[in-house]
């Protein structure tokens, strides 16, 4: 049963600003509802208490209600009055930053030479990529795309510009896709992205504000970092253990960070996480301490941004829920992506969150792109509802586990005594750490020089971590043992 807390009104509106009274009142509430003095379940006054109390007319406190309610942030129930139901990111739409501002800005940051030399290098045939994240282009399912390519030229009559949410079809089978990952999950609050880069990138610029903290595992994803950065956000780094992002640790980041300024409490901040085969350490968070954050972000009412790329690619053990399936607030929004597990270069991509912050950022979308490629939807549609998406997903966890097993081996091989690594239970990396320091942008350079690209761990942490991102996915046993032991003797 909701709880009915007491409101305390103690202000009124500045007659004297140019702001409008309403706009006043909505900002006043919703810094109260963020800071936890007016929590989740508390009754709002009558229309005309509030009235008297903020010394206005009881049209304008309608007004300032309505409001709220478009946001998601208050609800009106019968016999119940209106209650407080969102404290996260409901509040975060009213007063966005205006997508225009950003695109007049050129708000881009510059890749270190690091990652524009990985960038680079990563279309060079002669290159064994020993740490990219990309699937070998020898497993995608060449008769099963042919098969859905012809069917698509059989059916399709037009290509026009799709709704800015995505097409009507797709947004369907991913709604009925995040079912299967425990979300209860409808096609209206699913929003097709350019892949799930753009997403963050959609969020970033009409969800956060500039000065924005962002809590984020250390290390983390490199491009994700780069997009809440270029965006003019302030990055904080939570440590990790062996199952994943430390709880403990970021509750004192937070105590910490609030001591200092009021970030979390006027709702300037967020967690981007990536529970599921972490980019880059391949760590899967076990469902228990996923429970322990979903309360401690309800605790210090953080907003969470869950990356899922690697959602499907589990495979030993059981898959994890989402974050989102935990989730009775509304505090979770989930970023997918149809690159890690079938194509890149379908650039598909979403977002699931509640219908209002969909709708904003279908108008960003707009501005962006004019929605997602339409032939692209189609095609991931189609293997979705198909039932040939699931098919191909078991025959590629059984390859990526055979993979995963060699590349183990061949570490055992080389590397033991000479540094430690973990045994992720799906997805695409081995994260190695040297056990004496290592000088790794020699070694970059080195192994460049003998045609292997590697991913150093610094591009991902927030300092340097003596690490390499390895990946089993790109490269055949054989080519990974290769390039493996010419690593080994550069070290």
Known sequence: MARSTPIDID??????????????????????????????????PSQRAMAERFGVNRSTIIAAIEELADYGI????????????????????????????????????????TIQAINRLEFDPSMTRLGTGELDPRLFPRDTWRRVAGEAAAEIDALGYPPPEGLDMLREAIAA??????????PERILVSSGALQGLQMISVS????????????????????????????????????????????????????????????GNAVLYTIPTNHNPTGITMPEERRRTLI???????????????????????????????MDATGMVITVGSASKALAPGLRIGWVCADERIVHRLADVKMQMDYGASTLSQWVFARFLDSGLYA?????????????????????????????????????????????????????????????????????????????????????????????????????
């Open 295 to 325: 309360a401690a972000c309800m605790e210090h009412r953080l907003p969470i941004i869950e990356d899922c790329a690697y959602q499907d690619l589990v495979f030993e053990g059981t898959t994890p829920r989402a974050l989102a399936a």
């Open 11 to 44: 202000w009124t509106p500045d007659r004297t600003s140019d702001a409008p009274v309403t706009r006043q009142i909505v900002d006043y509430m919703c810094r109260r509802i963020a800071s936890g003095a007016w929590p989740i379940g508390s009754r709002l």
């Open 74 to 113: 208050v609800e009106g129930r019968r016999g119940g009055g209106t209650r407080i139901v969102s404290n996260t990111w409901s509040l975060m739409l009213p007063g966005a930053p205006d997508w225009a501002d950003y695109v007049s800005s050129g708000f881009f940051k510059a890749n270190n030479a």
């Open 207 to 266: 969800l956060l504000s500039a000065g924005s903290t962002v809590y984020a595992e250390a290390p983390s994803y490199i491009k994700s970092l780069q997009v809440f950065q270029s965006a003019g956000m302030r990055l904080a780094g939570v440590p990790m253990d062996g199952q994943g992002l430390a709880v403990n640790a970021l509750g004192h980041l937070i105590s910490d960070g609030a001591a200092a300024s009021s970030a979390t409490s006027q």
């Open 391 to 491: 098919e191909y997903l078991e025959s590629l966890r059984a390859e990526l586990r055979r993979r995963r097993g060699a590349a183990l081996e061949t570490l055992e091989r080389l590397f033991a005594g000479r540094a430690h690594w973990n045994v992720p239970h799906g997805g695409f990396y081995i994260w190695l750490t040297f056990d004496e320091p290592v000088h790794m942008g020699r070694l970059f350079q080195r192994a460049i020089e003998h045609g292997i690209l590697l991913n150093p761990g610094d591009i991902y942490d927030f300092a340097g971590d003596n690490s390499l991102r390895l990946s089993y996915a790109y490269t055949t046993p054989e080519e990974f043992a290769g390039a493996a032991q010419t690593l080994a003797g550069l070290v």
């Open 177 to 186: 896709h995040m079912r299967e990952w425990g979300v209860d999950c409808r």
